[in-house]
């Protein structure tokens, strides 16, 4: 059993950045796929980013996403950290921390895929 809190959303200009973070508990943090989700009013759940838990860290990005947002871990300190720049009023959505503990070797994109769940943080963007 792994508990994800996410932190760091809030309201930003159109072109600025935010930090998002996500706090996991559980000893066996570095065996998790991690990923990030957003869901905007009257939208399905999207995929954002997701990064491997294996030592290449491989990572994987949503199309709508791709060259503004970054996501890593620090096995450490128990995080996973989306760095959002460029920021677009369409980014706005509550955005989910999610964990894969299926040891798979890819990136899942499916929320399927996923065992455990944060509560969200919402992100608006908007001048």
């Known amino acids: 059993q792994v508990q994800l809190v996410e932190s760091g959303g809030g309201l930003v200009q159109p072109g600025g950045s935010l930090r998002l973070s996500c706090a996991a508990s559980?000893?066996?943090?570095?065996?998790?796929?991690m990923g990030w989700f957003r869901q905007a009013p009257g939208k399905e759940r999207e995929f954002v980013a997701g990064?491997?838990?294996?030592?290449?860290?491989?990572?994987a990005y949503g199309d709508s996403v791709k060259g503004r947002f970054t996501i890593s871990r620090d096995n450490a300190k128990n995080m996973v950290t989306l760095q959002m720049n460029s920021l677009k009023p369409e980014d706005t959505a509550v955005y989910y921390c999610?964990?894969?503990?299926?040891?798979?070797?890819?990136?899942?994109?499916?929320?399927?895929?996923?065992?455990?769940w944060g509560q969200g943080t919402q992100v608006t963007v908007s001048s």
């Open positions: 999610a964990a894969d503990d299926s040891g798979r070797v890819y990136i899942p994109k499916a929320e399927t895929e996923y065992d455990y």
């Open positions: 990064i491997g838990w294996t030592f290449l860290n491989r990572v």
């Open positions: 559980g000893r066996t943090f570095s065996s998790y796929g």
